[in-house]
């Protein structure tokens, strides 16, 4: 087996290299065996839903999307109705790999500084019986998918969910609308700020500044408000900033900021890097069998 091992810088295009994965889509009713409820585009039932009865399924798209909203198109459209978001995802943007970037905007004394970069992933939507899953998608293991070795990759490599919602509505070109407020306000670890904040997130201290969407690209803000317990793990394990400043506070609020990015559909060729070029990075490993060597390459794009 030979292992390559592969240094990108700029994520984003070194992501977009690799060979993406077909466009996901709601698999039909006949397909899926789907009768009653679900054969006609509702939710699936008490049985498969955690045992409870669920809520009925998308609702017409004008009593989701009222007049009150507030509306801007771009890579998603936009709608603001009060502190509710929610993302307008069109049908051929599911399955295709988007690069999130994610930072600390504003800061408090003793966490950092305002701007600092807290990570960046690649993510996907994946569209399933009226529901949407957010997952993040790593290439840090490939293989060539003409190889034995492709099929073991993706076995061993299956895309976590980092969140899952509703379908709330329809739009007439089969776009899918979902509320994705509390991905904002109540962020998973994989889109949180990570250990430079301590605290749990308090949500009535919470709330989404602005999402403006681009072309090619969607900014979400929001403010968040983290409490720290005393004498709890965040109280044991202060986050420290820079200087050596640690942070005690017993609440601490920031602005965060997400920022969607839309990869190119065909992949571009990886360049020879530099390491002190760039702002995104990935180290990839190349399983396809081809000779017993190990070699380590740089590559830019």
Not at 5 to 29: D, E, G, H, K, Q
Not at 107 to 114: A, R
Not at 227 to 251: E, F, K, L, W
Not at 282 to 287: E, S, W
Request: hydrophobic share 40%.
């Amino acid at each position: 087996m030979r292992v390559l091992s592969i240094f990108a810088v700029a994520a984003m295009t070194a992501a977009s290299a690799l060979p993406l994965p077909a466009a996901a889509s709601a698999p039909s009713n006949a397909a899926a065996g789907l009768s009653g409820p679900q054969a006609r585009g509702g939710r699936p039932d008490s049985q498969e839903r955690g045992g409870q009865v669920a809520e009925a399924g998308p609702r017409p798209y004008d009593s989701v999307v009222t007049a009150e909203a507030v509306s801007r198109s771009g890579l998603f459209t936009v709608h603001r109705i009060d502190s509710k978001l929610l993302f307008e995802i069109p049908e051929d943007q599911f399955g295709k790999d988007l690069l999130l970037v994610t930072e600390i905007a504003k800061t408090v004394l003793g966490s950092g500084y305002g701007g600092q970069a807290v990570g960046n992933r690649v993510l996907q939507w994946e569209l399933r019986e009226d529901r949407v899953y957010l997952r993040t998608v790593s290439y840090s293991a490939v293989a060539d998918p003409e190889t034995p070795e492709y099929l073991a990759v993706q076995n061993a490599n299956v895309a976590p969910i980092v969140a899952g919602f509703d379908v709330e509505a329809y739009a007439p070109d089969r776009a899918a609308v979902i509320d994705v407020s509390d991905l904002f306000t109540s962020p998973p670890s994989e889109l949180g700020p990570g250990n430079r904040i301590p605290g749990n997130v308090d949500s009535d201290r919470s709330w989404i500044d602005r999402a403006t969407p681009f072309p090619d690209n969607v900014n979400v803000y929001a403010t968040l408000t983290f409490a720290q317990q005393a004498g709890g793990r965040a109280a044991a394990a202060p986050a420290t900033g820079r200087r050596g400043n640690t942070n005690t506070n017993p609440s601490n609020t920031i602005q965060m900021s997400w920022s969607f990015h839309r990869l190119p559909d065909e992949p571009m060729m990886p360049r020879l890097c530099d390491d002190r070029v760039g702002y995104f990075s990935q180290t990839l490993t190349d399983y396809t069998d081809d000779d017993q060597q190990v070699q380590q390459k740089c590559f830019i794009s």
